[in-house]
């Protein structure tokens, strides 16, 4: 199983990016998925994370601002950002949890590479 997250770059206050995390391998289905990030010098923290059962939470400071999509379909989750700033730079991660494998274990908190995003003032 990989996650692949992609969609990040540079764009300047205001602005807005979208974030995708797709999953690739013999999945049948994901739980849960989280968003995460950590900016340098900082402990990694929780952006957006959407349950099994169908609830999304953000975190305060992003609230309003980023949403989280889920297309099950293809195993992918999305973040869009939108109204960016500076404090949201940071590298992006994705989570999965609860991978259902076609014949094998289920898989569990699994990591995508990170992404930048970079907010210019």
């Known amino acids: 199983v990989q996650l692949q997250a992609s969609g990040g770059g540079l764009v300047q206050a205001g602005g807005s990016l979208r974030l995708s995390c797709a999953a690739s391998?013999?999945?049948?289905?994901?739980?849960?998925w989280g968003w995460y990030r950590q900016a340098p010098g900082k402990e990694r923290e929780l952006v957006a994370a959407?349950?099994?059962?169908?609830?999304?939470n953000y975190a305060d400071s992003v609230k309003g601002r980023f949403f989280l999509s889920r297309d099950n379909a293809k195993n992918t989750v999305y973040l869009q950002m939108n109204n960016l700033n500076p404090e949201d730079t940071a590298v992006y991660y994705c989570?999965?949890?609860?991978?259902?494998?076609?014949?094998?274990?289920?898989?569990?908190?699994?990591w995508g590479q990170g992404t930048q995003v970079t907010v210019s003032s």
């Open positions: 391998g013999s999945i049948f289905s994901i739980n849960a």
């Open positions: 989570k999965a949890d609860g991978i259902i494998r076609v014949g094998r274990s289920p898989l569990y908190d699994y």
């Open positions: 959407s349950t099994s059962g169908g609830r999304t």
